[in-house]
């Protein structure tokens, strides 16, 4: 387990030093994300018998250390994250050479050092520990962000640290010594730490501070920082916002209602109704918003907040099958959202094309990525035959037992919605009549390390409708 | 008779006897070398204090051998011991830096003069501490702020003058505050030991002229420490001072400032006294909170980087009087842990600052364009040393302001906890402007060839700033005795 943190660390100076030659510094990468993921492979077995062992790094305050342990949630972000590392480390090295962006070893190594901080995030022993890292990951990730050096990339550079850094120091830090001085632990325990240490409207109050603090989770009012991030190479907001960052958000929402709450507790406190109508607005709004949203990773960007908001109610619906659908949710829409930023990205480097009222008929040009696309959208839509299915089913379950039919129906409404924003675009591409440039030539696609990126992120979709079993077995021990 | 038993009255006699010695160096490296291997002896012999205090608690020096009441005693607790260290230990990391960055502000001809101040001003700070009689406190202060005004009007910029005088007067009215009041206090107790005034005081506290004598303190040491609103002679006069005395004086001298605060009013007063008859909490309290925001605020729109960390410096000041506002176990940890670690933000930055005055030649924003392309590793020192200040977790910023936060909960004032982190908002600001200027804007366009700094100012930077992360994760030194030191001032138990 702590092999996981230092194995991206230890690229780190590998990728600086091999910064004079491109394939020895790619290999450095492909080699160390390969590395990562067997690790994290290799600690499911033990997670599945039950073992949750502990790994103590530091303990800079008496009684509360920087600790690590392993158990399902965890796990679960962490073969996601370690993963699709590897694939869009693949997907970067067409891209970014495909597009010839500038300072690509700095990109490298920020990259690197980022997914050391997700698996922090992964395997957080307790809440400060968490915070540490989820820090970090903010720092990390600024210099990705802001990789273009221009103005406008330096102004969502500054929306994107004053947000996310913003509401972690005021609400969350906040939140965490308060649940520090009430619990006297910030161990996350299954069944929760908090139950009986205040009065409810208290624990409603730090709840909200928690769910706000959280601005990774992109709920609103709070996500104006996602769409401004999108400013960076698509690589980087394909892993790190649609993925790494935005998940490592609504993963520490989902441990704190299941690790520090506990969800006996969650379900009796009102301030989670009120933050549950939060995430469905948030759910709604966003998707109307990418409704008109023309640019197509600001379109992504938009469906992806709709898309936390799902996971956030799951989580603070907190009953079982909401906390499964929501761990699932986070990984369908992982494969989901990602293909969807590698063919955004795809596009860009074949055709330089951003708008998404410039790609009609352009699924002639690039059949394949276009039919990515499509295979994608219905996974985040919720249909088969592709994985979003599952995790929308055990949501859509999550409100019926909960016995909130207005939450159902804003699942279902928001799917109509992402229909309505995310098919035109591939059904446009291939049944359109081809306008201006796309009427030309035969099929250009993406550099092939893009194509293969793509094609595995699809296949990914595709087979967690077909076995989603290990993911259910693993989402459904959680909090076990 | 052994040395070590002499050991605290050698922390001052050994500066003050080597500042004379130092004047007789004509040459100025010689006297640079002279003035460090004393300040690296005064180190050893404060971390010595330290472990003995740790080990066998305090430890008690009879000045001549007088005994207590009498003559001078040299008193050394945790609370002492661990400003000792901060002092010297900036002190022993500062000087490696001044070889150089000295040798190019000052004229040669001074040089020497220059470093015999130093030592006068060390010499001070360092008597200040570790005293244990109110009248040679006063004696201590006032050497190290004549030495301070000096050693501040040695800047190469003309400003330098008047910023120090603009000090000397301010100054000079905090230390004749603080003398009204040891004067009264003598007054009314007929002793100096500050021990045995504790011992007198309960009898005559309820007169007015022991509230006079307090008020009096009170108010001359805030002048010292610069607490709001008492702070304006510190933006000028860290300006323009050379940079290694603003990097020095920074880390120290406030500290110092911060640590007489807590001398009279829990060792000689009495938190009860204090707290509950005089109300001073809520004073500092407010007076703490609008000092992290208005300086903050000033700060932001500072274009010149000295002045904008020196208004930094007055709203980390507030955090370190917030902590004693609490009056509790935690807000006193709080507060003296961050003497420690603002010791080591500021001193980081400040020195780092130094190594870039020293290669362009000024510390104005709009000249550090595009710095971090060309001084890297001091640019990377500033955006870690910037996050200590914003307070980021795995920096010696997060473990003060989790403590804060935590004595802010245990008293029940939840909205000062949220002002604490929006002051650390603000800070996010000032910093951000630094970061934004040298990584984003292309460099000014008359472009001289702007290199690194020499490894020499850049070895004393990375060894600040390695400390500001080592004591974010191993706290065990810094909390430990902050603790201690903190129960041994309210007189409980850790």
Redesign the interface.
């Known amino acids: 387990m702590l092999l996981a943190l230092t194995v991206p660390l230890v690229a780190v100076p590998l990728v600086v030093a091999a910064r004079r030659r491109p394939n020895l510094r790619e290999s450095v990468t492909l080699i160390a994300a390969t590395l990562l993921f067997g690790l994290v492979v290799s600690l499911a077995p033990q997670v599945m018998d039950g073992a949750r062992p502990t790994v103590i790094l530091?303990?800079?305050?008496?009684g509360l250390p920087?600790a690590l342990v392993l158990e399902p949630l965890g796990l679960l972000f962490a073969l996601i994250a370690s993963f699709l590392w590897l694939i869009t480390s693949v997907y970067s090295i067409g891209y970014m050479r495909g597009h010839r962006e500038q300072h690509q070893t700095r990109f490298y190594a920020y990259f690197a050092i980022a997914l050391a901080a997700v698996m922090g995030v992964a395997f957080a022993g307790n809440m400060l520990t968490l915070?540490?890292f989820y820090?970090?990951l903010t720092?990390s990730t600024y210099p990705l962000v802001?990789h273009a050096?221009t103005d406008q990339?330096?102004r969502a550079?500054?929306v994107y640290?004053?947000l996310l850094?913003?509401t972690s120091?005021?609400f969350l830090?906040?939140a965490i010594?308060?649940t520090?001085?009430l619990a006297g632990t910030t161990d996350f325990t299954p069944g929760g730490i908090l139950s009986g240490t205040a009065p409810a409207a208290t624990l409603g109050l730090l709840l909200t501070l928690y769910v706000f603090g959280v601005g990774k989770a992109a709920l609103m009012p709070f996500h104006r920082w996602l769409p401004a991030a999108m400013v960076a190479p698509t690589p980087v907001s394909a892993l790190l916002h649609a993925v790494a960052v935005v998940k490592a958000g609504v993963f520490t929402i989902l441990k704190v209602s299941v690790y520090l709450f506990g969800s006996g507790l969650m379900i009796t406190l009102v301030a989670s109704h009120w933050l549950q109508y939060v995430a469905a607005a948030t759910i709604l709004l966003a998707s109307l918003v990418a409704m008109r949203q023309d640019n197509l990773k600001a379109r992504l960007a938009y469906s992806t907040i709709s898309q936390l908001g799902y996971v956030v109610l799951g989580a603070l619906l907190a009953n079982a099958a909401g906390i499964v659908g929501s761990a699932m949710h986070i990984a369908t829409h992982a494969f989901g959202k990602i293909t969807l930023f590698f063919c955004a990205g795809a596009i860009l480097v074949a055709t330089h094309k951003t708008e998404v009222s410039q790609m009609r008929g352009l699924g002639r040009r690039m059949p394949i990525t276009m039919m990515a696309f499509l295979i994608a959208s219905l996974s985040i839509i919720g249909l088969p035959p592709t994985g979003g299915t599952w995790s929308k089913w055990y949501l859509a379950i999550g409100t019926l037992e909960a016995g909130q039919l207005a939450l159902l129906a804003v699942l279902m409404i928001s799917s109509l919605l992402n229909i309505a924003y995310l098919l035109p675009i591939p059904l446009r591409a291939f049944f359109s009549a081809p306008s201006g440039d796309n009427v030309t030539g035969g099929t250009h696609e993406a550099p092939l390390f893009s194509l293969a990126a793509i094609i595995i992120t699809t296949l990914g979709c595709l087979v967690l409708f077909f076995y989603p079993e290990p993911l259910y077995r693993l989402a459904s021990q959680i909090g076990r | 008779m052994q040395l070590g038993q002499h050991l605290p009255v050698l922390q001052v006699v050994i500066p003050l006897l080597s500042a004379p010695l130092c004047l007789l160096l004509r040459n100025g490296r010689l006297a640079w070398m002279f003035t460090l291997a004393v300040s690296w002896l005064v180190l050893a012999g404060a971390v010595w204090l330290l472990l003995q205090v740790l080990a066998h608690g305090t430890v008690s020096y009879a000045l001549g051998a007088w005994p207590a009441p009498w003559g001078i005693e040299y008193h050394v607790d945790h609370v002492s011991a661990f400003v000792l260290l901060i002092v010297s230990g900036i002190s022993a990391v500062v000087l490696p830096f001044a070889g150089i960055s000295v040798a190019r502000e000052i004229p040669a001809d001074r040089v020497s003069l220059f470093y015999t101040l130093y030592l006068l001003c060390l010499t001070g700070l360092l008597g200040i501490v570790i005293t244990g009689d109110a009248f040679n406190l006063f004696v201590f202060l006032e050497i190290s702020a004549l030495s301070s005004y000096a050693l501040i009007s040695q800047g190469r910029d003309r400003r330098a003058l008047t910023a120090s005088y603009h000090y000397l007067i301010l100054g000079t009215i905090g230390a004749t505050f603080i003398l009204i009041g040891v004067g009264l206090l003598y007054m009314m107790t007929g002793t100096l030991n500050m021990q045995d005034i504790a011992v007198r005081l309960p009898a005559v506290t309820d007169t007015r002229t022991v509230r006079t004598a307090f008020a009096f303190l009170i108010v001359g040491i805030s002048l010292k420490l610069a607490l709001f609103p008492l702070h304006l002679w510190l933006p000028n006069a860290y300006t323009y001072a050379p940079s290694v005395v603003t990097a020095f004086l920074a880390a120290t001298a406030t500290k110092v400032g911060v640590y007489v605060l807590l001398r009279f009013v829990f060792t000689i007063f009495g938190a009860a006294f204090a707290f509950q008859v005089m109300s001073l909490g809520p004073i500092l309290l407010v007076l703490a909170l609008l000092a992290i925001f208005s300086a903050s605020t000033v700060a932001i729109f500072q274009d010149n980087l000295k002045r904008m960390l020196a208004y930094s410096s007055v709203a980390q000041i507030g955090y370190m009087v917030l902590g004693i506002s609490f009056a509790s176990l935690t807000g006193l940890t709080a507060g003296i842990l961050h003497l420690f670690n603002h010791a080591l933000m500021k001193g980081a930055l400040f020195l780092a600052l130094g190594a870039v005055f020293y290669q362009l030649g000024t510390v104005q924003l709009t000249q550090l364009r595009g710095l971090g392309r060309r001084m890297p590793w001091t640019m990377a020192a500033i955006v870690i040393g910037g996050?200590s200040l914003?307070?980021?977790?795995?920096t010696v910023g997060f473990?003060s302001?989790?403590y804060l936060?935590?004595a802010a909960?245990?008293s029940g004032w939840?909205p000062v906890?949220?002002l604490v982190?929006?002051g650390?908002?603000l800070a996010?600001v000032y910093v951000?402007r630094l970061v934004?200027t040298a990584y984003?804007h292309a460099p000014p366009e008359d472009d001289r060839e702007v290199r690194e700094a020499p490894l020499s100012l850049l070895l004393p930077i990375w060894i600040l700033i390695l400390a500001n992360l080592y004591f974010?994760?191993?706290?065990?030194l810094t909390?430990g005795v902050a603790r201690q030191a903190a129960a041994l001032l309210l007189g409980v138990s850790p």
Not at chain 2, 472 to 476: F, K, L, P, Q, V
């Open positions: 530091a303990e800079p305050f008496p920087l915070f540490v820090e970090v720092l802001t050096g990339a330096r550079g500054r640290l004053g850094l913003g120091i005021v830090l906040l010594a308060w520090w001085s | 996050l914003v307070g980021v977790p795995l473990i302001k989790w936060i935590l909960l245990e939840w906890a949220v982190l929006l650390s908002l996010m951000g934004e984003f974010g994760i191993d706290t065990s909390v």
